[in-house]
């Protein structure tokens, strides 16, 4: 089957999944046209008819990640490795809404801060919708069949959980769609036991295929997946260590990759990232894409996000971008000059129309030529900063990417699994890490070998405040595992993640970058947004909020 086949039969499933199920809020616990979504029993006979069911219950996971101000951002903006400076000419003051995301000062009211809830608690409530549906008969769906499925939806609703214990901690868990009760809160132990139980019970039960009509949902190796994730932030979330957890999981899923081949690390660095995708062995699990079946105008919109508008003319696009985000300089000296990641992953330098002509500034004539510094996150002109340019930009792309987007994928599983020896102080890190770097050094094969040591060492990072407003020194030496913090940042830029990696190594409130001051450690959760107060008396804020 071709690319543009698999494409379409993937997007026909989530369409066909959209006219069977509604969506709902959050905080709506009870739908009461939910019965008649169905206007007759539906009886899925085939694999493809219960892939209709599930995948519209996957929808919230594209839109709470990547929509407008969406979980991306959350994990990004906040973080040491890129930042949206006010642009002359262009715009992205908005509010102040990514300076405040920059210097860790958001408020209960900004839009970032209720996306992560409400979209994300959608995920939640579409998959309760669906169990409850299946409970009912109004999907009429038999033996071994509904058992699957159930145990499906289960784990991905448990995915969605992954998501609020980060962003929140203290969330509510759901799990009955037609309590019309104000759900109770719950602690960020109890969230996390309930997402390790739901996942460990619900494994055995789910599909062993890596595609098919199982790409881009959850079969048992994106469970080890999650699961393996789960027990690498548990310290953090729990207070209780679990490395060797984590380290079974992930071997879980690196001895099926060495028995059948279905995942591995592509040679090509870029492979995880092009517009055709949905073949690359290294994703587990993915959000599929398509420009034409995905219609919200903010789905995946990398290119226009991080390019200036000029390079319009480079890649054709039928939009043009909106020069917003770009890499913080700090960052992007701690990089070796000699890293693939670097050059590949970087828009950088003069930049050049499709015929290859020099493009210029429209404000003054001047060449278009992206330089590593910014000024501040007050002011930058169109061209400061290296852009975004890890997922490919295809030629003529409308406002929305084709590439689907790699959520967990075999270079996390290697890195995941290094950590977690690392932490638990057994050998082998040097050498996962040094698997996962080898590609990035084709031509100096030399630098990719990193010692078990070296992981253990402080950060190359030059942390400290760095605008044209004030300049101090922190460095990163006294990061405690910071070169492994490094690889992390290096490896998975881009990719929607760094603010809980930075989180995890205790640098996310303790260092200072950029424009940005050291916050304080109230600051490593995001308020629960004050439209959900509202509407729940039974919540409690945050501290520190």
Sequence with gaps: MNTTMKKHNIFKAFG?????????????????????????????????DISYVVNAAYIPWRQTMLLWQGVVRSQELSADQDVIPARLGIGWVDGYIYKRWHQHTWTTEDEGVLNGWERTFNGVTACNRVLSQIEDNVIDIQGDARE?????????????YYVLIDLYGNVPIITDFKDVELPEQSTRKQVFDFIVKEVNDNLPLLSDQARGYYYARFNKWAAHTLLAKMYLNAEVWTGQAMWNECVTHCNAVIEHAKATGDYGLESDINAPFVTANENSKEIIFALPFDEIYVTDWNAFDFHLYTLAPENQATYGFTDRPWGGVCAIPQFIKSFDPDDKRLAEWYIQGQQYDASGNILLRSSDGNPL??????PSIDASDVDDGFRWGKFEYAHGITNRLSNDFPLF????????????????????????VTMVRSRAFPNNPEKAVVTDEQLKGGSVYDYGRRDEY????????????????????????????????????N??????????????????????????????SKLHQNPGY
């Design 16 to 48: 066909m999944a959209a006219l069977l199920l509604a969506s709902a809020s959050c905080t709506e616990l009870k739908d009461e046209s939910y019965g008649s979504i169905v206007s007759s029993q539906y009886e899925p006979k085939t694999e493809a």
């Design 369 to 374: 030529i992206y330089e590593v510094d910014v």
């Design 507 to 536: 640098a996310f409130t303790t260092k200072s970058w950029f424009s940005h001051d050291k916050s304080n450690a109230d600051k490593n959760l995001y308020p629960i947004p004050n439209k959900v107060l509202l509407t729940n």
């Design 148 to 160: 699957r499925l159930i145990a499906e939806l289960k784990v991905l609703r448990a995915s969605y």
């Design 470 to 505: 004030a300049t101090s020194s922190e460095g990163g030496a006294d990061i405690t595992y910071g070169r492994f913090l490094d690889e992390l940042g290096w490896e998975f830029c881009q990719e929607g993640r760094r603010r809980q990696d930075m989180v995890r190594f």
């Design 409 to 432: 994928r075999y270079a996390d599983i290697l890195m995941m699994k290094a950590e977690a020896l690392m932490r638990d102080g057994k050998p082998g890190a040097g050498e996962l």
